[in-house]
């Protein structure tokens, strides 16, 4: 598996957009995943002249955009409007891939109202998707946390534009293995995000420094490489939302180093 390892703007919530990418590049990153643009969630509605400042910075910063992450819920009101506008906004940026989340979902029989809902969502951006070059990946995260659920959508829109992004965590905290998710999604996933973490005696979760939480991030990596993953793996170092954990200073050289090691090793 090639080692084309990004990491998020999500570890940088204080910095500007110049500043992130350039110590990415520094520490020795591939790409870069744009969650943040000057510490600031990306605004679908971004102006013309604020979106070639931004094709300025990245252009100077040197790292390609592996994929632009929206804040959309497919079951949301709406979503297809911000959708095709962060289209848009990955073309500008010759980005792959947008990411977004599934959303909520009812328990039977209702559930099923919620997939086919989702779904027309994305069969509806799939011919501009097309058209621009730009794929979209459904996270395993919220309600789509669990691998089966991100499954359940994909099987209702078998476009090879729409995906899967695999976030390491979330379906480890509802309990499914690696070998579970790749079973559901193994070729329809279109960017692998890491991050580890280990429960606290309270029940809640800790993002820890890779290799030092319980997260089988070694599993998943493994099992991507033996079928033939050819996309990008990014480290989501969430600071943003967890302020207490190590600066990007420590924790993405640290994972970078560590990732390296087990894609240059047989896994």
Known sequence: MP???AFSTLAFPDATLAAAVSAGR??????????????????????????????????????????VDSSIRLTGDDPGADLRRFLQLASD?????????????????????????????????????????VAIGVETHDAFSASSAVADLLTLVPSDLVGAVWDSHHPHRVGETPAAVYANLGP?????????????????????LLGAGEVPVRDMLGL????????????????????????????????????????????
């Open 3 to 5: 080692s084309r390892i």
């Open 26 to 67: 520094r520490w020795g990153y591939s790409g870069v995943e744009l969650r943040l643009i000057d510490g600031e969630l990306i605004d679908p509605a971004m102006p013309a002249a604020r979106r070639a400042q931004v094709r300025r910075t990245l252009a100077a910063g040197g790292l390609p955009v592996v994929a």
């Open 93 to 133: 940026r010759e980005a792959p891939l947008v990411r977004v989340f599934g959303g909520d979902l009812d328990p039977p029989p209702a559930r099923q109202d919620r997939l086919r809902a989702a779904a027309r969502v994305l069969e509806e951006a799939a011919p501009l998707a097309a058209r621009l070059g």
């Open 188 to 208: 329809r996933v279109l960017l692998a995000q890491v991050k580890d973490a280990r429960r606290t005696p309270d029940g809640d979760w800790l993002l820890v």
């Open 224 to 267: 991507l490489a033996a079928g033939g993953y050819r996309h990008w793996i990014s480290v989501e170092w969430e600071k943003r939302w967890h302020p207490e954990i190590e600066e990007p200073e420590v924790a993405l050289p640290q994972h970078l180093e560590l990732l390296t090691a087990w894609l240059q090793s047989d896994l």
